[in-house]
C-alpha cells in the first residue's frame, strides 16, 4: 500500500502541484481512508520528502555503478550519466518533474537532506570532469565546477522540453548533448 500511495501522489502532484493536492484527493484515487495514509506517511510533507529521496538516491546510486566502471572512459561515464539523467525523464518522467518542480515545498531539514545529497552528485560529477582533466581527455582551461553545473542543467532542464515519443530516442538526445556538451570540453587533438 505504501508503494501505491507514492506513485498515486506522484501522479497527482505531477497533475495538480503539491499545494493543490490533498491528503483527500491521494485516498480517493486509492479507495481508502486517511487513517490509511497516515499509517505509512505522518505528512504530505514527509511522503513528498520520501518522493524526492527515492528519486535522488537512485540517481546517487546509477551513478556510482557508472563512476566505478574502470573499462570505460571520462567521456563514455559522462555520457552515461547524460544518458541515465535524461532517460529518467522517459522512464520516471512524473518523478522527475516532481523532484525538480516541488522541492519548495520541503521543510528546511528536509531540503537541507535532499540538497547534500544533490550536491554530492554534483561533486562526483565534478570530480570525473577532474579526472578528465588530468588524463588529458578533457580541456584544462575550464573550471570543473563550471563544467559541471553546465552538464547538469542542460540534462536536469530535459524534463521541461524531452519528449519520449519525440523526434529522437533518448539515447540519441544524450549523444548529441555529450557531443556539444563534452566535445566543448574535450582536450584538441594534436596531429
Avoid at 582551461?141 to 515519443?165: C, E, K, Q
Avoid at 557531443?179 to 584538441?188: E, K, N, S, W
Amino acid at each position: 500500500m505504501r508503494e501505491k500511495i507514492i506513485a498515486a501522489s506522484i501522479e497527482l502532484f505531477e497533475q495538480k502541484g503539491f499545494s493543490e493536492t490533498s491528503i483527500q484527493d491521494i485516498v480517493d484515487a486509492l479507495g481508502v481512508t486517511k487513517g490509511t495514509f497516515y499509517y505509512y506517511f505522518k505528512s504530505k510533507e514527509e511522503l513528498l520528502m520520501d518522493i524526492h529521496l527515492r528519486y535522488i538516491e537512485g540517481l546517487l546510486s546509477e551513478q556510482a555503478r557508472m563512476m566505478n566502471d574502470e573499462r570505460r572512459s571520462v567521456r563514455e561515464k559522462l555520457y552515461a550519466i547524460v544518458y541515465m539523467l535524461i532517460h529518467n525523464v522517459e522512464r520516471q518522467g512524473r518523478q522527475a518533474r516532481v523532484f525538480f518542480r516541488e522541492m519548495k515545498h520541503l521543510n528546511e531539514e528536509h531540503l537541507q537532506k535532499v540538497k547534500e545529497k544533490r550536491d554530492l552528485f554534483r561533486h562526483q560529477l565534478q570530480a570525473l570532469i577532474e579526472e578528465g582533466m588530468k588524463n588529458g581527455e578533457l580541456r584544462r582551461d575550464l573550471s570543473p565546477a563550471i563544467a559541471a553545473l553546465t552538464v547538469l542543467g542542460a540534462a536536469n532542464w530535459s524534463y521541461h522540453w524531452f519528449r519520449p515519443d519525440g523526434e529522437l530516442t533518448d539515447a540519441e538526445v544524450a549523444e548529441q548533448m555529450v557531443a556539444i556538451l563534452i566535445d566543448g570540453m574535450g582536450a584538441p587533438h594534436i596531429p
